[in-house]
């Protein structure tokens, strides 16, 4: 399992699309199955940039995990958020036959994030929310990339800045060196 880590709007679901479309994996998004969900409770905390709670959060993860084949790799974005999940993650990753291999780190500038984000036009996407998240993001994310780091998960840092196919590039060569292959 690969997991992609990076900001809202840094552009880790348009590239996750793209790297298991080509790779033939399977791309999981937490941001993409809340905004499917038909929780009421889910959409009202995707409106005010809420993060949802980890009981929920590990529930659907698990439940679509198990829905993946042992065989196929997976793109993880949007998961773990916070300690807590982390451990929660290496606990159950096993259950599922899978094993973390190393994380992506999108590298985008704040300023940019915002531009990106206020063009897209979801509920979530008001510039006091998008501000709000990026300050949620650098507070309780962040940290999870120093845990991975200090437990020697290899941290590949990806420049997320240009065109699309020159960023898809970019990181299709880091996940190459994670795994092992060009």
Known sequence: MILFFGPPGSGKSVQGKLLVERNGWQWLSTGELFRNSKDTEVHKR???G???DDTLTNKVLDSALGDIENNIDVVLD??????????WLAEHLPEHGRKLECVILFDVPRE???SRLTGRGRIED???IIRHRLDIYQQKTSPVVDFYREKGVPILLVDGNGAVPDVHERIQSAVGKCLGTK
């Open 46 to 48: 995707l409106a005010t």
């Open 50 to 52: 809420e993060l949802i």
């Open 78 to 87: 949007g998961y773990p958020r916070n300690i807590d999940q982390v451990h």
């Open 112 to 114: 940019e994030i915002v």
């Open 126 to 128: 008001s510039l006091d």
